[in-house]
């Protein structure tokens, strides 16, 4: 089966630090676009982050610069390491596979998510 | 421009028909692909691509694009429907991902 699965989450102070995880089942997430999206309480999706199958990252204006995006392939795991938090990160953080179709449009979707881990920032 | 305008609510009868529109710049080039979000649950991918529905979607949701606008339509809205909704997209540059600010739908 086909499954992602967030931890990491937690309550910590502004400026400080957290790594979330999302393990993978079922496919390889190297072979694979890989993304985080978030979700202040009460609020919309927020796109987080992106890493591609080839290893090129891109970020959110919002958290270029504190957060990183990476993964373990001995582990089939991608990870968001986040630093210098801030109130206005708190949310639940989903992972998701990201899929890319290359034709005479492109399209990207993202066809499974994790049911999220949640980061509160906060003293 | 990165954005995606979505209505930020829409209502629907039960058994009748509902368009939820997306618009942004961005449509010009990519498709998007539309999202459904239930009370505290994970989205689930409904829509992707010019039209196409995942294993296990319902064949009354449905997708168009013209210009620089998405539509989800639902035929036939049954009271499971009722959510938020999300289209997704990528910006100009093709390496950021972009989301609607969300429709809440209700179906009365």
């Known amino acids: 089966e086909v499954q992602l699965v967030e931890s990491g989450g937690g309550l910590v102070q502004p400026g400080g630090s957290l790594r979330l995880s999302c393990a993978a089942s079922?496919?390889?997430?190297?072979?694979?676009?890989m993304s985080w999206v978030r979700q202040a309480p009460g609020k919309g999706l927020e796109w987080v982050s992106v890493?591609?199958?080839?290893?090129?990252?891109y970020y959110a204006d919002s958290v270029k610069g504190r957060f990183t995006i990476s993964r373990d392939n001995s582990k089939n795991t991608l990870y968001l390491q986040m630093n210098s938090l801030r109130a206005e990160d708190t949310a639940v953080y989903y992972c998701?596979?990201?899929?890319?179709?290359?034709?005479?449009?492109?399209?990207?979707?993202?066809?499974?998510w994790g049911k999220g881990t949640t980061v509160t920032v906060s003293s | 421009s990165s954005e995606l305008t979505q209505d930020p609510a829409v209502s629907v009868a039960l058994g009748q028909t509902v368009r939820i529109t997306c618009q942004g710049d961005?449509?010009?080039?990519?498709?998007a692909s539309w999202y459904q979000q239930k009370p505290g649950q994970a989205p689930v991918l409904v829509i992707y691509?010019?039209?196409n529905r995942p294993s296990g979607i319902p064949d009354r949701f449905s997708g168009s694009s013209s210009g620089n606008t998405a539509s989800l339509t639902i035929t036939g809205a049954q009271a499971e429907d009722e959510a938020d909704y999300y289209c997704?997209?990528?910006?100009?540059?093709?390496?950021?991902?972009?989301f609607g600010g969300g429709t809440k739908l209700t179906v009365l």
């Open positions: 998701a596979r990201e899929i890319a179709v290359a034709g005479i449009y492109y399209y990207y979707y993202m066809d499974v």
């Open positions: 079922g496919f390889t997430v190297s072979s694979n676009y």
């Open positions: 890493i591609y199958s080839g290893g090129s990252t």
């Open positions: 961005s449509l010009r080039s990519y498709y």
């Open positions: 691509g010019k039209n």
């Open positions: 997704n997209s990528r910006d100009s540059s093709g390496n950021h991902g972009v």
